[in-house]
């Protein structure tokens, strides 16, 4: 089972995979430039090389990216926009030259206009940037969101109204994150509860469309829409539920990726081993 963590570049791209190693990941996402900064530094021949080199050596796979905060593909701001959509199609391509094959993103806000115009402006943005890159092989997973503030993607049929809207959805997939599903209301803490999330998911989105799961426990209730990241079991979702979705065959090749808080890779030692231990041999759900 692809099971891991949101892991540093701090010293160097090529750095993730040895830091993937030493928190015991199978697999990692990273970000490929600054998550808080508009300018990056351009990605150069010897960068690409000894990032591929280092996940053959140890065996680690950078199996996602995850875009930059700042980018907001929905706002209204044409200046904010232009920024957005630039620092976004930089990200495709250096997905692409990394041969990284996801690109998680937030959906973005649509900071008053309406979530309708909201969805409208992301969707044609979207286009565009596909349309831009056309031979490109990342795909752009679409993050399942709390519903903070007016943050879009908190409800599965925004989501697939979204896809909808994309001209080439081979290019498009889906990011689910437990703490912003549980934050925006979506219960799975039995296995009736758990069974009918992913039926519903399947109903609206398809399963197909699941590439990544973002495995968070939660500080804050379900339905409170605040999205606040908790170790596993330590926070209102519990470790309990969690099982369902390490135990579910259905499930079981979606690489799994912690964004726990952490000062350490102790602490995604730790939550990974949790994880890890709640897979039942023998006794996957069906």
Not at 61 to 90: G, M, Q, R, W
Not at 108 to 134: C, F, M, S, Y
Not at 167 to 188: K, P, Q, V, W
Not at 217 to 235: A, L, N, P, T
């Amino acid at each position: 089972m692809p099971l891991g963590a949101h892991v540093s570049i701090s010293g160097g791209l090529y750095k993730a995979p040895f830091n993937g190693r030493t928190a015991t990941c199978e697999v990692v996402q990273i970000f490929t430039q600054s998550r808080n900064q508009w300018r990056t530094k351009a990605l150069t021949h010897e960068d690409v090389v000894k990032f591929i080199t280092a996940q053959q050596e140890t065996g680690v796979k950078v199996v996602c990216a995850h875009d930059s905060y700042l980018i907001n593909l929905a706002s209204p701001e044409k200046v904010l926009f232009k920024k957005s959509y630039t620092a976004f199609l930089e990200e495709m391509n250096r997905c692409n030259r990394l041969q990284i094959p996801y690109l998680v993103m937030h959906p973005g806000a649509h900071v008053g206009t309406g979530e309708t115009k909201g969805i409208d402006q992301l969707a044609r943005a979207l286009n565009r940037l596909l349309d831009k890159d056309p031979k490109g092989q990342v795909k752009i997973c679409l993050e399942t969101t709390a519903g903070q503030g007016t943050s879009l993607g908190y409800r599965l049929e925004q989501l697939a109204e979204i896809l909808d809207k994309i001209e080439n959805r081979e290019r498009m997939a889906i990011c689910l994150d437990t703490c912003h599903i549980f934050a925006a209301g979506y219960r799975f803490h039995t296995r009736k509860a758990y069974h009918a999330l992913i039926r519903e998911f399947d109903n609206v989105l398809g399963l197909a469309k699941l590439a990544v799961i973002h495995m968070n426990d939660s500080k804050k209730e379900c339905g409170s829409r605040v999205d606040r990241h908790e170790h596993i079991g330590r926070g209102a979702i519990g470790a309990g539920p969690f099982g369902f979705f390490m135990n579910d065959k259905r499930l079981a090749k979606i690489p799994k990726i912690l964004e726990t808080p952490k000062k350490s890779a102790a602490e995604d030692i730790a939550n990974l081993k949790v994880l890890r231990g709640l897979v039942k041999k023998g006794r996957r759900l069906t």
